[in-house]
């Protein structure tokens, strides 16, 4: 069998491990939150703070959805026209034309050339976090972490183009499979690695300090038989006045980090609640499902580039002979992004699973649905949520349930027990 064919029958098999994962591993089935209640509790919110959280949301709106499509648009320019084959060689050029030198530091230049058009659409939505409070970074803080973010994603992207194309060269028939290999170690790699070395690029993270709290958070995590090596708490106040919590790590990385924000604003009995959600993620691995599932499509990803690139009129278009030219590297980007942005209503669909099943395990850790509905009260006051956000706009994005559908499950839950 060629290449081409063992390449068809690695992406099948992929795609099926992919879609086996998926349906034995995700919470398909979800805990009651009967509409009713949601209109109940959207109708017991106060009126004027469902109102500035849809203006917030609204004003954020043009700007987060003419970034998708200016990024579309930049990335289609660039991949299936001969204009991002050119920038890779010019970049290349000063280095004497070396399939390193186009590789590396083309690549990131076609990267920042997309990153630097969509600029404008991040500064926006920083003005509006101003605006409305939410943001307490100032102008300085958000160019250093912007340049932050350029650092890291550049060091990351940098060794991956330079792997990438290193591995076409040396096996040129069969690089895709040794490719998928590395994307898919790649993406756990970085599930280990993310939390302890790139996270603190952006935050400084403490010990939860001693005290009743903290021994209570210990104690229902050893209670829940979840092993945790840290409650950490994130400095965001120096950035946002939002709250929130996660879980992040794999093993041995595996902490939850509390957001200072959520000390000062919650009490006791929310937190905990905040960290019983996080708990359940520990508990039901997700963040090891997500990771399985992260390397199985990345891998499959990279063998489908293989399949869908070498179609002789896509690269006619880019002005390249083949996708493994460090040429083509804008053609596989323009592909990345249109297959995220098709993917990106199943990613947000599997998401709102997680996390419904999460917040189960929290009503049903704590026992405390008065605690968990007042915490979601909370979040969404404090992060000027929509608590019903568009149905379209919740299908296509929305990573978590909605403000009303969390308060409804934890009346739910309360009736089922009898409170």
């Known amino acids: 069998m060629s290449p081409r064919g063992w390449a068809v029958v690695t992406l099948a098999?992929?795609?099926?491990?992919?879609?086996?994962?998926?349906?034995?591993?995700?919470?398909?089935?979800?805990?009651?939150?009967?509409?009713?209640?949601?209109?109940?509790?959207?109708?017991d919110l106060p009126a004027e703070q469902v109102a500035r959280g849809r203006e917030f949301r609204a004003?954020?709106?043009?700007?987060?959805?003419?970034?998708?499509?200016?990024?579309?648009?930049?990335?289609?320019?660039?991949?299936?026209?001969?204009?991002?084959?050119?920038?890779?060689?010019?970049?290349?050029?000063?280095?004497?034309?070396?399939?390193?030198?186009?590789?590396?530091?083309?690549g990131l230049a076609v990267v920042l050339v997309a990153d630097l058009v969509t600029l404008p659409f991040s500064a926006w939505r920083q003005a509006v976090l101003t605006r409305y409070g939410l943001s307490t970074n100032g102008w300085a803080g958000w160019l250093v972490d912007l340049l932050?973010?350029?650092?890291?994603?550049?060091?990351?992207?940098?060794?991956?183009?330079?792997?990438?194309?290193?591995?076409?060269?040396?096996?040129?028939?069969?690089?895709?499979?040794?490719?998928?290999?590395?994307?898919?170690?790649?993406?756990?790699?970085?599930?280990?690695?993310?939390?302890?070395?790139v996270e603190p690029v952006f935050n400084r993270f403490t010990p939860m300090e001693q005290g009743p709290l903290r021994t209570e958070l210990m104690a229902m995590a050893a209670r829940d038989g979840v092993p945790v090596r840290d409650v950490l708490v994130a400095d965001a106040s120096r950035r946002t006045r939002a709250v929130n919590a996660y879980v992040s790590g794999i093993g041995p990385t595996r902490r939850v980090v509390v957001y200072d924000t959520l000390l000062r604003e919650a009490p006791p009995a929310?937190?905990?609640?905040?960290?019983?959600?996080?708990?359940?993620?520990?508990?039901?691995?997700?963040?090891?499902?997500?990771?399985l599932t992260g390397a199985l499509g990345a891998a499959a990803a990279v063998v489908a580039l293989y399949l869908i690139g070498s179609w002789a009129p896509l690269l006619r278009l880019a002005g390249v002979d083949s996708v493994a030219q460090p040429r083509a590297f804008p053609l596989l980007l323009a592909l990345v992004t249109v297959a995220g942005l098709v993917a990106a209503p199943v990613q947000a669909l599997?998401?709102?699973?997680?996390?419904?099943?999460?917040d189960a395990h929290a009503l049903a850790l704590t026992d405390d649905p008065s605690a968990f509905e007042s915490m979601q009260r909370r979040l969404a006051t404090v992060n000027l949520?929509?608590?019903?956000?568009?149905?379209?706009?919740?299908?296509?994005?929305?990573?978590?349930?909605?403000?009303?559908?969390?308060?409804?499950?934890?009346?739910?839950?309360?009736?089922?027990a009898g409170r």
């Open 59 to 106: 004003a954020l709106r043009p700007g987060g959805y003419a970034s998708l499509v200016v990024g579309l648009l930049i990335a289609l320019a660039l991949g299936l026209t001969p204009l991002g084959s050119r920038l890779v060689e010019l970049a290349g050029r000063p280095f004497g034309g070396h399939w390193v030198a186009q590789a590396v530091v083309g």
């Open 148 to 197: 932050k973010s350029y650092a890291v994603s550049a060091v990351i992207g940098a060794l991956a183009l330079l792997g990438f194309y290193a591995v076409i060269r040396l096996a040129p028939r069969w690089w895709w499979a040794f490719g998928a290999a590395g994307a898919a170690g790649l993406v756990v790699l970085l599930s280990f690695v993310l939390p302890v070395l």
């Open 270 to 291: 929310e937190v905990t609640a905040v960290v019983a959600h996080e708990l359940g993620h520990a508990r039901d691995r997700d963040v090891t499902v997500g990771t």
């Open 385 to 416: 949520a929509d608590p019903d956000p568009p149905r379209w706009e919740y299908l296509y994005s929305a990573t978590h349930p909605s403000t009303v559908e969390r308060m409804a499950a934890a009346r739910a839950y309360a009736r089922e």
């Open 13 to 43: 098999g992929l795609a099926l491990a992919l879609v086996v994962v998926t349906v034995l591993l995700i919470p398909w089935h979800r805990p009651p939150a009967p509409r009713a209640d949601q209109l109940a509790a959207l109708g």
């Open 350 to 358: 599997i998401s709102r699973r997680v996390e419904e099943r999460a």
